[in-house]
């Protein structure tokens, strides 16, 4: 049985739904960002990153998004969850590279600009771009890289719970979704597969 270790409102939210998509055996354990539970030595034990995701598998503990979620898809293959083409597999992880190294990025410097700088007047520039760098982002996922009715196109992979989840912080971060009316019919999309709904449920208790 998989364990995987999240934090509500964060990017594991992703790999909890591919998880649940793929009908794997696993349990969640929540950590408590607000008392810095993924700093603890406990946690850091398990993820010296001190962040999550981190997915505990019988062969050792996995990070970062894209390899959770490719490694979760080739673990279940009857789900089908990723296409079986090489080049459309390398275009998935293409789209999901983006998510992780771009636009999260972009998202994290609203709250995280200690990460790249020392000055507090830095910190409030940051912020200050980030409505502006996740619009961009999302500009360019919503013209050429959502393909329809979901990212690959007819297939539904791990692509899918990856850009919902990215997209949940769209608001926030102060982006306009009338600007994105394929994203944002996506989302409904997602919204409405039991997987999804069960996940944000228990993620929400």
Same mark, same amino acid.
């Given at each position: 049985?998989? *364990?995987?270790?999240?934090?509500?409102?964060?990017?594991?939210?992703?790999?909890?739904?591919?998880?649940?998509?793929?009908?794997?055996?696993?349990?969640?354990?929540?950590?408590?960002?607000?008392?810095?539970?993924?700093?603890?030595?406990?946690?850091?034990?398990?993820?010296?990153?001190? @962040?999550?995701?981190?997915?505990?598998?019988?062969?050792?503990?996995?990070?970062?998004?894209? /390899?959770?979620?490719?490694?979760?898809?080739?673990?279940?293959?009857?789900? @089908?969850?990723?296409?079986?083409?090489?080049?459309?597999?390398?275009?998935?992880? /293409?789209?999901?590279?983006?998510?992780?190294?771009?636009?999260?990025?972009?998202?994290?410097? *609203?709250?995280?600009?200690?990460?790249?700088?020392?000055?507090?007047?830095?910190?409030?520039?940051?912020? @200050?771009?980030?409505?502006?760098?996740?619009?961009?982002?999302?500009?360019?996922?919503?013209?050429?890289?959502?393909?329809?009715?979901?990212?690959?196109?007819?297939?539904?992979?791990?692509?899918?719970?990856?850009?919902?989840?990215?997209?949940?912080?769209?608001?926030?971060?102060?982006?306009?979704?009338?600007?994105?009316?394929?994203?944002?019919?996506?989302?409904?999309?997602?919204?409405? @597969?039991?997987?999804?709904?069960?996940?944000? /449920?228990?993620?929400?208790?």
């Amino acid at each position: 049985m998989f *364990k995987l270790y999240y934090a509500p409102g964060t990017c594991a939210l992703a790999s909890h739904i591919a998880l649940e998509e793929a009908g794997a055996p696993y349990a969640a354990e929540r950590l408590d960002f607000k008392n810095s539970q993924q700093t603890s030595p406990q946690y850091l034990a398990i993820n010296p990153k001190g @962040r999550v995701p981190a997915l505990v598998t019988d062969r050792g503990t996995l990070t970062e998004t894209p /390899a959770i979620l490719a490694y979760i898809a080739q673990s279940f293959p009857q789900a @089908r969850l990723v296409p079986d083409d090489a080049f459309a597999f390398a275009q998935a992880q /293409a789209f999901n590279s983006y998510l992780c190294s771009t636009v999260h990025v972009s998202h994290a410097h *609203k709250m995280r600009g200690y990460r790249w700088a020392a000055e507090e007047s830095s910190f409030a520039d940051m912020k @200050r771009k980030v409505p502006e760098t996740m619009a961009a982002g999302f500009a360019l996922i919503e013209r050429d890289m959502l393909k329809g009715p979901w990212v690959m196109g007819e297939q539904y992979t791990v692509c899918d719970p990856y850009l919902f989840t990215i997209g949940l912080w769209l608001e926030a971060d102060g982006v306009d979704l009338a600007t994105l009316p394929k994203v944002t019919a996506h989302r409904e999309r997602m919204s409405e @597969r039991p997987a999804v709904q069960k996940v944000l /449920a228990e993620e929400k208790a």
